[in-house]
């Protein structure tokens, strides 16, 4: 019959693909359960939109049905977002175990549009997920949620979260109307993003996206000198003049010692709903060789799309109003390789080799 240890050897045989070492000295093998024929194993993996989730379980099922004596498998797999480490003069905001900003050194990339998906599809895959506007002068997320602008003027207790697509959101533009304009200076801006940082109740969550404004603002660097970002997604566009622009961003971030994750090619090209042939309107790759040129992981390639700008200004994001689209799926390996560059960090700033 097998025993315990025979379960761990066979689950050595496992290797998690980004961290490149196997589930067992990992610790990712959790409560086992060896009797009369029957193996029961909870896998825990570092997040719930990891990629290979169901190929690893197949594997697994495989690897215990092949030990003496056994007959019956049950695998079940979960996940644990750790937290990010400590970062020093930086306060951690309560529950949240994982901050990701999303960048871009100009507007008009689709950076909202990136950030909105973004955190709807680490919220269908399972994910605590939370969603900041912290672009004060030009709030765009209540659009883009299908909220109201301004519904919280009046309310009593001020500004709060709102759930939509399972995500929990806040934005300036809940108490402003839509067509009032945020007249002010560079400190009362810092100042309105450190409040929505650290001020709201965000309750647990593993996964806080800051859609933070265009270009090197106050409002950026004030963030990323305030909290715990455990690292940033640069949103580019195909042009080659992507480059230029990405580094700007990138040469920020890494002033003030915050990781950038990679960079995503928005509107990358355009595939004909009627012939389905390709064009690439902006050009191409530009987002690709910026990441090569400034060393940095390429997160993927998002397709120019009538449904998904239809999507933003009703309220209803293409990963939400029609999931199985080429269009949402970019958007979801996106998501996932973000995930993948939480969960690898911080296994680095661990110790994890």
């Known amino acids: 019959m097998a ?29 086992i359960d060896v009797s009369n024929g029957r193996v029961g194993v909870r896998i825990v993996l570092t ?26 498998v049950d695998v079940t797999m979960d996940a644990e977002v750790r937290s990010g480490s400590p970062m020093a003069n930086k306060q951690p905001v309560e529950g949240v175990r994982q901050i990701i900003a999303v960048a871009s050194n100009k507007g008009g990339v689709g950076k909202s549009t990136v950030a909105v998906n973004l955190a709807v599809a680490l919220a269908k895959r399972g994910a605590r997920v939370g969603l900041l506007d912290a672009d004060v ?11 109201e602008s301004g519904f919280m003027a009046e309310h009593e207790r001020g500004l709060g979260t709102v759930d939509k697509y399972g995500v929990r959101l806040v934005s ?24 929505l940082l650290h001020d709201i109740k965000w309750g647990e969550l593993d996964y806080l996206l800051i859609d933070l404004p265009p270009g090197t603002s106050d ?9 715990p970002i455990s690292g940033v997604v640069i949103v580019s566009t195909p042009a080659d003049v992507a ?16 990781p950038v994750f990679g960079v995503v090619e928005n509107m990358s090209y355009f595939v004909c709903p009627h012939c389905n042939e390709r064009t690439e ?7 690709r060789r910026a990441a090569e ?39 979801v390996r996106v998501a996932e390789q973000v995930a993948a560059r939480c969960s690898t960090l911080q296994f680095a700033t661990a110790g994890v080799e």
Do not use: Y
């Open 137 to 147: 002068t030009g709030p765009n997320v209540p659009i883009m949620m299908g909220i």
């Open 47 to 72: 997040t719930p939109a990891c990629p290979v989730r169901d190929q690893m379980k197949t594997q697994a099922e495989e690897l215990l049905r092949g030990l003496d004596g056994v007959s019956d």
């Open 3 to 31: 025993t315990e240890q025979d379960v761990l050897e066979a689950l050595k045989r496992i290797e998690d693909p980004d961290l490149h070492r196997d589930i067992v000295s990992l610790g990712f093998v959790r409560d």
């Open 172 to 195: 300036l533009g809940f108490v402003l109307p839509r067509v009032s304009p945020v007249v002010w200076r560079g400190p009362m801006v810092g100042t309105a993003v450190r409040q």
């Open 243 to 258: 480059w230029e622009d990405a580094s700007k961003a990138v040469a920020m971030f890494d002033k003030l010692n915050v």
């Open 293 to 331: 040129e400034l060393g940095l992981e390429f997160l993927g390639e998002i397709p120019l799309d009538l449904k998904t700008r239809i999507g933003a200004d009703e309220g209803v994001p293409i990963v939400e109003s029609d999931p199985d689209s080429e269009q949402a799926q970019a958007f």
């Open 281 to 287: 309107i902006f050009g191409h790759g530009g987002g």
């Open 219 to 227: 409002a950026s660097m004030s963030m990323a000198q305030d909290a």
